[in-house]
Structures are given as C-alpha cells and as structure tokens.
C-alpha cells in the first residue's frame, strides 16, 4: 500500500487513519517501539520544514530510523528514478518522496517494493490532510455535517483537502479565483461533485454562511515564492488575489476556525491578526502533522 492520494482509500480507511492520529496523540507511549528496526528514507526535491520533521520525529518516537536526502546530493540527479528506487527501496522500509511531478513520484511507486508516501507533489499533499482532519475532529468531536471553506488558489493541498473531506463526509466549498494548472485533477473533481459535498464558487460571503472552518494557502508554490523570474506571474496573482485575503473584514459575522497548513506568507493570503486571533487553529494543525505521520507510517508498515 502507498499513499499518493486518496483514489484508493474509502473514507472509512481515512477515518481509520484520521483516528488512528487521535489516539497515538492521546497515548504516545502505546506506540514507542512500534517501528523498532524500521527504515524511512525521506527524499526531498523541494523545501520543507513540517513534512521533514514530522516524519523524522515520528520515525525516532517510534523507536525506528529516518534518513534525509537532500535530491540534489544525491544520484537521483544523474540517474533514471526507476532505477535508483529499485535500490533504495531495498535498503529501507518505507520511502517520503516530496518531488515537483506526480508522473517522477508514479515512477517510484512502480519501482519501489516498499510503501511510498506522497510528501507533497505538484498534485496532492495526503499527509496534511491527514493532519487538518485530525485538527477538525478534535475541535468538532465528529466530522458528519462539518463544513470547511478553502479560500486560495486551487492547488495540490485544496486537491487533498476536496478528496478527503468528500469521502469522510465532510462539506467542502472552494473559493478559489485562480487554479493552478499542473494541480488539475478532473476525475478526483468529478467524483467530488457526486457526493454532493463539494461545490465551488466566488463569493466568498455566501460560502462563509455556517462554515465551522475557513482554510487557506499561499498563493505561489514554494518553489517559486522567491524566483525573480516569476515576478510577473506573482504580481498577477497578488492582484488577483488580495479581494480573497483573510483578514477581519472578509470574515465579519463569520464564526469559522481559522486553519492554514503553512508556511505562512503574512500579509498575503491571511492578515497577521487572524493568525493570532483566538479562533485561529494553525499551530495546533501544524502540531497534528506529527501524530498524522505516526499514524500513516504504522498503517503503511501494517501495524494496525
Ligand atoms: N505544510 C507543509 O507541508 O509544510 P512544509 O512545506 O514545511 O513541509
């Protein structure tokens, strides 16, 4: 079993896993040993602070070893991905990949003989979404008639966010003016839609009405954050943007927890206030990315 995306898993597996997260949060010491004698090797294209340490910590409080690869001082660079997972996946346990292409991850699922794990890829961020499940449950008790409004650009964390939330019944809107185009997923749209949980729109007043979370991302992938040679494009979007920050006045009468995955670009997708505000939830979210990536690493290794 790998985790990519969500394609494979019904929402009751998610819920398993979601569940899963809350449990070893509340019992840490049940799990200690867990992993004893486990490899996880995390590979890493892009930048990360969560993902890389959510993973390694996780690995070391379950009693099992994460080894970080930076890509770029590795043989990856120089060599086909097929063949260079063939061998790595017959050293370790279990591989993280964050790669820039879904199609270089699907390569190494088909290469690997070990569970690979999605650690963000152009298309899809499962583990965080693991994690913001987890963050709602514990703030609403049950996921059934929860209703969360992302606000941002449509990306690979929104992709995640409509899969997981459509599956465990959760009703998701989006209000998203730009899409990013190597995100597009039209199937995982389509079957979205015919649970009849997600819809999108642009007016950001309507979907706020009895939304318990409002969720948002930045604007530029990581990547490209400091690129002068996307200025252009970044200026464009702020322009485009800014009308859909998070900010006091967007969510006026509005009662939502506020959840963000981070990195944060302050003043950009969200206003610094709202990040301090009482009803923000962010750091307790990026908190859950640990007890997520317990929770993901036992199932992919068959603990439970
Ligand atoms: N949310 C998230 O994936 O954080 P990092 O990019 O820091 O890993």
């Known amino acids: 079993m790998h985790l990519i995306n969500f ?16 449990e070893i949060k509340r ?4 799990y200690r040993g867990a992993l004893e004698g486990k490899t996880l090797a995390m590979i890493f294209q892009k930048t990360s602070t969560r993902t890389r340490v959510s993973f390694e910590v996780a690995m070391t409080q379950l009693s099992g070893h994460a080894i970080y690869m930076d890509w770029r001082v590795t043989n990856f660079t120089i060599a086909d991905i097929y063949d260079e997972t063939q061998y790595l996946s017959r050293n370790v346990d279990c591989i993280l990949a964050r790669l820039i292409r879904d199609s270089d991850l699907q390569v190494m699922v088909k290469a690997s003989q070990v569970p690979v794990i999605n650690g963000c890829d152009e298309k899809y961020h499962p583990t965080q979404a693991i994690a913001d499940l987890i963050t709602m449950k514990e703030k609403k008790s049950t996921l059934k008639d929860a209703k969360l409004v992302y606000v941002g650009v449509h990306n690979n964390v929104c992709n995640s966010l409509i899969e997981a939330c ?5 009703e998701i809107v989006t209000v998203t003016p730009i899409f990013n185009e190597p995100s597009r997923d039209d199937e995982l749209l389509d079957s979205a839609k015919k649970t009849g949980l997600y819809r999108t729109t642009l007016d950001l007043k309507e979907a706020l009405k009895d939304a318990d979370f409002v969720y948002t991302d930045t604007w530029i992938d990581m990547e490209f954050f400091q690129d002068p040679k996307y200025a252009e494009e970044k200026e464009k979007r702020m322009r485009i943007m800014i009308p859909y920050q998070i900010n006091e006045k967007n969510l006026a009468g509005s009662n939502a927890w506020i959840m963000h995955d981070m990195p944060i670009h302050r003043g950009y997708e969200i206003s610094s206030d709202i990040i301090e505000s009482s009803k923000s939830i962010i750091y307790e979210q990026s908190e859950n990315r640990l007890y997520s990536a317990k929770a993901i690493l036992l199932k992919l290794l068959g603990k439970y």
Not at 27 to 30: A, G, R
Not at 166 to 170: E, P, S
């Open 7 to 22: 394609k494979e898993l019904s929402g009751q597996q998610i819920m398993e896993i979601v569940d899963k997260g809350i």
């Open 27 to 30: 019992n840490p010491k049940k």
């Open 166 to 170: 459509t599956k465990v019944g959760v």
